[in-house]
């Protein structure tokens, strides 16, 4: 019997011919990853632990994005733990206030992941990388604490469902539609533990952009992980950025996958998924009756260049509808940057529209966008649980940057063609 792209990346970390779905395996990584929230914790576990040494300083990565710069005392003093253990270890991937950027779009950005390799985070959207075809996974700080010191975790070998892309898109929509119209067919369970591997001549209509937001939110699905194969579009994304050797694996013909969902990219339109679940996908044109207090822009899912673009395109000339608040979070220091040299921080600012240093503030309902009781916000994030940017009698709709910046100069959920 086969195996699919995720197994073949796993047997050869664990050492192993090949592995089937269900296996329990120990499996070497290529990097560790945590954040500001989740680092303090692995770190009293390590030191729990006994722990004396990280396995590879090259290996570990710790972005402070999530309340950086720091909102309060706490998020301080997180911080301050994380610099200490990242000093005494002489962590060479260590990102703060200046460097710092949203960790899941900061760590392609910077070349630390490649095809074929094996990266955990404390973090669920650690997936985002299958978009450059490596195995990343979330895990539990407990589990990074472990990773940091040994450099191996155990795995439990998901099975696989095959999401078989065909057509060209319509205008407007992105990766932000495709995932959202899966995760509405599918549901939040629907992948539970599985691998959500993508493939078909429909591959190569989405951009690496688009490949990272739809593998960022396997995980609303339940995926262990989501992962695209390696083409000509990733290899010109990491030529440049990644500085060492990488092998691009490949599903066997014979691979075996629980079940195909087939998707027509010409058959996606822009889509929002309503509260309070990611599954609850409906077109955009249908929200005309749903006003809102707030859009934001940016987080680890929609936070890059072309999502800035593609808000600024929308915002060009306009000015938000009056009540309605904007928040712009550029994901890293570098989009930050670009998005001045191309006049899109200008554009943003004359629709009346703040701009934000990276963080992951509002998305978590941590800082920087915090909603009251009764608001609605469009959000290009990745949750929309009950209280996930706010109080628990606020909605969070999740769209797409496009239907974001559309919807803040409606003043209602709105699909950019209508404007």
């Known amino acids: 019997m086969g195996m699919t792209m995720t197994q073949k990346i796993l047997a050869k970390h664990a050492g192993l011919e090949s592995v089937r779905a269900g296996q329990l395996i120990q499996a070497k990584l290529d990097l560790v990853l945590g954040n500001d929230i989740t680092t303090p914790v692995a770190i009293n576990e390590f030191e729990a632990a006994g722990f004396d040494h990280v396995f590879d300083k090259s290996k570990i990565a710790l972005v402070m994005d999530h309340f950086v710069p720091n909102k309060d005392i706490k998020a301080a003093t997180q911080c301050k733990q994380c610099r200490t253990f990242a000093r005494r270890f002489d962590i060479d991937n260590y990102f703060d206030v200046g460097e710092m950027g949203i960790e899941h779009a900061l760590l392609p950005e910077k070349g630390l992941v490649a095809p074929g390799e094996t990266v955990i985070g404390a973090d669920s959207h650690t997936c985002t990388y299958g978009a450059l075809g490596a195995f990343s996974t979330g895990g539990g700080s407990t589990d990074m604490a472990a990773a940091m010191a040994s450099g191996e975790l155990w795995f ?123 599954e609850n996908a409906h077109p955009a044109r249908e929200g005309k009756e749903i006003f809102i207090d707030q859009i934001v822009i940016g987080s680890c899912t929609n936070g890059q260049l072309p999502d800035m673009a593609a808000a600024a395109a929308i915002l060009k000339g306009k000015h938000l509808a009056k009540g309605v608040r904007g928040i712009i979070i550029p994901a890293t220091m570098s989009v930050y ?58 909605e969070v709709y999740l769209a797409s940057p496009a239907v974001a910046a559309a919807s803040g100069i409606a003043g209602h959920i709105c699909h950019p063609a209508d404007l």
């Not at 078989?164 to 898109?169: P, S």
């Not at 369970?189 to 939110?217: C, H, K």
Request: glycine letters at 10%.
């Open 337 to 394: 940057r670009e998005c001045m040299r191309q006049g899109y921080t200008d554009i943003f600012m004359d629709a009346g529209c703040v701009v934000s240093t990276p963080t992951c503030g509002p998305c978590l309902g941590g800082y920087m966008g915090i909603l009251a009781a009764g608001e609605r916000c469009v959000s290009t994030t990745n949750r929309n649980f009950v209280g996930r940017m706010g109080h628990v009698d606020s």
């Open 156 to 278: 439990k070998v998901p099975s696989a469902i095959r999401v078989h892309l065909t057509g060209k898109r319509k205008p407007f929509v992105s990766g932000k539609d495709v995932i959202l119209t899966l995760i509405g067919k599918i549901g939040v369970d629907g992948a539970r533990y599985q691998s959500l591997e993508f493939t078909g001549p429909g591959v190569a209509e989405l951009s690496i952009y688009d490949r990272l937001t739809i593998s960022n939110m396997a995980i609303e699905a339940g995926a262990k992980n989501g992962i695209f194969p390696v083409d000509d579009i990733t290899r010109a994304y990491v030529e440049g950025r990644v500085d060492r050797s990488w092998t691009a694996f490949e599903a066997d013909p014979d691979a075996e996958y629980e079940r195909t969902v087939e998707m027509d990219l010409s058959q996606v339109d822009c889509t929002v998924a309503y509260p309070h679940l990611p």
